[in-house]
T-cell receptor, first 112, second 114 residues
Framework: EAQVTQNPRYLITVTGKKLTVTCSQNMNHEYMSWYRQDPGLGLRQIYYSMNVEVTDKGDVPEGYKVSRKEKRNFPLILESPSPNQTSLYFC???????????FGPGTRLTVT | KQEVTQIPAALSVPEGENLVLNCSFTDSAIYNLQWFRQDPGKGLTSLLLIQSSQREQTSGRLNASLDKSSGRSTLYIAASQPGDSATYLCAALLTSGSARQLTFGSGTQLTVLP
């Protein structure tokens, strides 16, 4: 089944404790991206990747890092999480940025 | 910077009614526009994608139109059903060189009453 998976689905952590949210797709897509969704602000793009080893900033990259060492995986790294990074995070992939986007189920992160 | 607006934020209609959801964007140089559906606690599901060169796309009871010159897109849902209840989001894609920027609206929360 074609899908985008994210892990973990739920995470509660404390300020400053490094964490990684994984994202994996099985569709051989070149384009992958991360979004955060906040009430009243909608979805905002954090980072995107056009292909392996090619990443670029979205609208809200501060406090986040990404890497794209393999085509299928695009982890999101929070080196020192802060409470303002409490949010619902989505990973998405597509053949190319101009094609239909496939979204993962989301990761709800709470930073206390 | 692209801004995408969806009005109204919430809409409640009786079952069977035809309805229109609105999406407007400030930068008309979009590459394409997508409509998504989001159910509570779940990810987004792509409904329709309209390329900038197209005027509309149809899928079943859904029809999306695009007017780049006026910066507007609409999603028409025919004969609404309670199962259509969800949040509907539009997203506009801008490309500039190698950059790809997808900007979302805040969504319209639709409730279809039985």
């Amino acid at each position: 089944e074609a899908q985008v998976t994210q892990n973990p689905r739920y995470l509660i952590t404390v300020t400053g404790k490094k964490l990684t949210v994984t994202c994996s797709q099985n569709m051989n897509h070149e384009y992958m991206s991360w979004y955060r969704q906040d009430p009243g602000l909608g979805l905002r793009q954090i980072y995107y990747s056009m292909n392996v080893e090619v990443t670029d900033k979205g609208d809200v990259p501060e406090g986040y890092k990404v890497s794209r060492k393999e085509k299928r995986n695009f982890p999101l790294i929070l080196e020192s999480p802060s409470p303002n990074q409490t949010s619902l995070y989505f990973c998405a992939s597509s053949l190319d940025a101009t094609y239909e986007q496939y979204f993962g189920p989301g990761t709800r992160l709470t930073v206390t | 910077k692209q801004e995408v607006t969806q009005i109204p934020a919430a809409l409640s209609v009786p079952e069977g009614e035809n309805l229109v959801l609105n999406c407007s964007f400030t930068d008309s140089a979009i590459y394409n526009l997508q409509w998504f559906r989001q159910d509570p606690g779940k990810g987004l599901t792509s409904l329709l994608l309209i390329q900038s060169s197209q005027r509309e796309q149809t899928s079943g009871r859904l029809n999306a139109s695009l007017d780049k010159s006026s910066g507007r897109s609409t999603l028409y849902i025919a004969a609404s059903q309670p199962g259509d209840s969800a949040t509907y989001l539009c997203a506009a894609l801008l490309t500039s060189g190698s950059a790809r920027q997808l900007t979302f609206g805040s969504g319209t929360q639709l409730t279809v009453l039985p």
